[in-house]
């Protein structure tokens, strides 16, 4: 098959596109002819060996993507043959990233795609909608509250919106721009900020007195807004480490009993990544997922797609395959 492939970390210049033997489900596996393969930084980023994780002769990136079991391995109910799946973690413990015609993952990272979900969206799910479900749930439910979703017109920021209108919460995200704004009232936020041109602590008071929870992308930048504007109690849940790191101010959160939380999707306990992949699941059948605007590149164009990712595209960067 043809695949792109590492087999040394680096610039995207050390991915090539070759011919590799197509892989077999061993069992309790899957095998998946990729129609998209989604790219998100942790895929520039391992390759480029900033979060390096070990070769294996050599690596296919991307750990998210979609498309439809072609063989199914020992164990797995042989009717799966046909399904249309989006995959996630295919990159994980394993060669067999998303960046080629097929991928072979654990029959649990391949979930069902509904009729009516579309490739695209299937394949921009995986690492973003599951950290954005971690982010909103590892604190409890939100039925009822107010969410704070920092930069909400990115990957993880669009489907924290979704998933945190679906379950009951108000949203309020913050943005850069006019385009990113629409992006964000798009996917459902109920107040949107333009963090740049306007004074977000007085926007969102205006708003509601107080946010029962922050999914913050930017824990440097915005440390101090999130201080101000959450209610005590608050979990401040931190998915990325772009940007400077804070100086945490102790007393003052202490002084409102804040919660401070990081994730990182990898190191999630099986329990609740599987609760995760459920209920992205169950919103997804209900119409309750929506896509990002995407630009699409052909697989021999795999190293441009990473680059796209990692200077900041607006909206999902897929690669087709075949
Ligand atoms: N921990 C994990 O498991 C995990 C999982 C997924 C992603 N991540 C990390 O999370 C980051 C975002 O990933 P992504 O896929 O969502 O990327 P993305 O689609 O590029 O979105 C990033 C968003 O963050 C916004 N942003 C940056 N600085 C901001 C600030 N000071 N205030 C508010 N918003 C700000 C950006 O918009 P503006 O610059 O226009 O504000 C952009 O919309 C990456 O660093 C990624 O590696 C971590």
Redesign the pocket.
């Known amino acids: 098959m043809r695949a792109a492939v590492y087999d040394t970390t680096g610039p995207s210049q050390v991915l090539r596109i070759t011919e590799v033997e197509r892989p077999e489900p061993g069992p309790g596996q899957v095998r998946v002819r990729v129609e998209l393969s989604g790219v998100?930084?942790?895929d520039w980023?391992t390759r480029a060996g900033v979060t390096a994780r070990p070769i294996d002769g050599f690596a296919i990136p991307n750990q998210d993507g979609s498309g439809v079991i072609d063989a199914v391995g020992p164990g797995v109910d042989p009717s799966r043959i046909g399904e249309r799946v989006w995959v996630w973690f295919a990159a994980v413990g394993q060669r067999w990233g998303t960046a080629a015609e097929w991928t072979v993952v654990p029959a649990g990272r391949a979930v069902p795609l509904p009729e009516g979900a579309s490739f695209e969206l299937g394949a921009s799910l995986g690492?973003?909608a599951l950290?954005a479900h971690r982010c909103l749930f590892a604190d409890g439910p939100i039925d009822g509250q107010t969410v704070l979703v920092?930069?909400g017109?990115?990957?993880?920021?669009h489907f924290a919106i979704e998933l945190a209108k679906r379950a009951g919460a108000r949203v309020v995200t913050?943005?850069?721009?006019p385009e990113?704004a629409d992006l964000a009232r798009a996917a459902g936020a109920d107040l949107v900020v333009n963090?740049r041109s306007e004074d977000p602590v007085a926007r969102i008071r205006e708003f509601t007195p107080a946010v029962d929870r922050v999914v913050e992308?930017?824990l440097g930048?915005?440390l101090a807004l999130d201080l101000e504007v959450a209610a005590p109690l608050a979990p401040i849940v931190c998915?990325?480490?772009?940007?400077d790191d804070p100086v945490v101010p102790v007393r003052a959160m202490m002084s409102k009993n804040l919660l401070l939380r990081f994730?990182?999707?990898?190191g999630v306990p099986e329990p609740d990544l599987a609760r995760a992949v459920s209920e992205v699941g169950a919103a997804l059948a209900e119409g309750r997922l929506s896509e990002l605007p995407n630009r699409r590149y052909a697989l021999a164009d795999t190293a441009a797609a990473h680059d796209a990712v990692e200077h900041?595209f607006v909206g999902k960067v897929l690669v087709e395959p075949a």
């Open positions: 998100n930084p942790t980023k690492v973003p950290t920092a930069g017109a990115g990957a993880v920021g913050t943005v850069s721009s990113k963090y992308v930017a930048a915005n998915y990325a480490a772009s940007g994730v990182i999707l990898y900041g």
